[in-house]
């Protein structure tokens, strides 16, 4: 039910931004979104999340002040904007969807995309 799109190959100290977009019953704006990433075989990680009316906003260390979460509720639509990336950012990177409050904890969101492939190389 979720779409992320705009990941790719980029080089240290670039930016990028991921998008994520629903199609379903219901749309993005009814849900808390969140981003996590995943590297190989680790455990899934939290990135960021994103209240529904974007009133809160919360960030994990290890991005705060490089990354960007945004949503757009008329477009249906929500963004992470990466900055300054580093290679240990390289991961596949995931939005996902739950009622109500955001969480860090990727078990609390009902849904998932995909997922995106960011490679950062040095």
């Known amino acids: 039910q979720l779409q992320e799109s705009g990941g790719g190959s980029v080089q240290a100290g670039d930016s990028l931004r991921l998008s994520c977009t629903a199609s379903?019953?219901?749309?993005?704006?009814?849900?808390?979104v969140g981003w996590f990433r995943q590297q190989g075989d680790k455990e899934r990680e939290f990135v960021a999340w994103?209240?529904?009316?974007?009133?809160?906003?919360r960030y994990a260390d290890s991005v705060k002040g490089r990354f960007s979460v945004s949503r757009n509720n008329n477009e249906d639509i929500a963004y992470l904007q990466m900055d300054s990336l580093k290679p240990e950012d390289t991961a596949v990177y995931y939005c996902?969807?739950?009622?109500?409050?955001?969480?860090?904890?990727?078990?609390?969101?009902?849904?998932w995309g995909q997922g995106t492939q960011v490679t950062v190389s040095s």
């Open positions: 379903g019953r219901r749309p993005l704006s009814d849900y808390a």
């Open positions: 996902a969807a739950k009622f109500q409050i955001a969480a860090d904890e990727a078990r609390q969101y009902q849904y």
């Open positions: 994103i209240s529904i009316r974007a009133g809160s906003i």
